[in-house]
């Protein structure tokens, strides 16, 4: 059974950074690429970014750009988000999802990701 179990969320100051974790189990890692999205209260769930199964290739919505890096490590099946300045407007529950196959191609259509997470609250006070 895949598991996708996210963790590094908390409430956090305007300016401080957070780094999240995403671990996953009952997949071959390395054949996935990996999301990152984000659901603000009252709001649909956006793409905050992507990284390929071999982790050369990430793409990140526009706005983010410049302040989140994602990154993986397939020895430990675990994918990265990390958040730098942040803002109020970062305040969310924060979802990996796993997208199967080897292509350096980024999707960023919540749609084509298979395996979720449950989520981790970031609030971001002010």
């Known amino acids: 059974q895949v598991q996708l179990v996210e963790s590094g969320g908390g409430l956090v100051q305007v300016g401080d950074s957070l780094r999240l974790s995403c671990a996953a189990t009952?997949?071959?890692?390395?054949?996935?690429?990996m999301g990152w999205f984000r659901q603000a209260s009252g709001k649909e769930r956006e793409f905050v970014g992507a990284?390929?199964?071999?982790?050369?290739?990430?793409s990140y919505t526009n706005s983010l750009k410049g302040r989140f890096t994602i990154s993986r490590d397939n020895a430990k099946n675990t994918v990265y988000l990390q958040m730098n300045s942040l803002k109020p407007e970062d305040t969310a529950v924060y979802y990996c999802?796993?997208?199967?196959?080897?292509?350096?191609?980024?999707?960023?259509?919540?749609?084509?990701?298979?395996?979720w997470g449950q989520g981790t609250q970031v609030t971001v006070s002010s």
């Open positions: 990284i390929s199964w071999s982790g050369r290739t990430t």
């Open positions: 009952g997949l071959t890692f390395s054949n996935y690429a």
């Open positions: 999802a796993a997208r199967f196959g080897r292509t350096e191609f980024i999707f960023p259509d919540a749609r084509d990701y298979v395996h």
